[in-house]
């Protein structure tokens, strides 16, 4: 299971760092952060699913969209097929997202 923390009106990446210190039991594979306008979202990763590319935040390609996820998308094999003719997926990850084009 995964850990998510953020923090939101603020850029306080020193805090989120501190939160995902204590959520390593979490997700001892990976960690990751992203830094927006006035908004730091954090996450510590077990790995189970795209082990080599799943890391999270996942970033839609033109970095206007993100994502953060704890748990697993059962169904995320359909839901990818049915988006391949509108999107182009970067990982094999059940959470990746990608904007279709023109979005």
Do not use: W
């Amino acid at each position: 299971m995964c850990g998510i923390a953020g923090c939101f009106g603020t850029n306080d990446t020193k805090t989120v760092r501190r939160m995902l210190d204590a959520l390593p039991h979490r997700g001892p594979d990976d960690r990751g952060i992203y830094e927006g306008r006035d908004m730091v979202l954090g996450h510590t990763r077990l790995s189970i699913i795209d082990v080599a590319k799943g890391h999270q935040p996942i970033l839609a390609e033109d970095g206007r969209l993100g994502i953060i996820c704890n748990g697993e998308i059962y169904n995320h094999h359909d839901i990818r097929r049915r988006l391949l003719s509108e999107s182009e997926f970067r990982t094999k990850s059940d959470s990746e997202m990608d904007s279709p084009q023109g979005v």
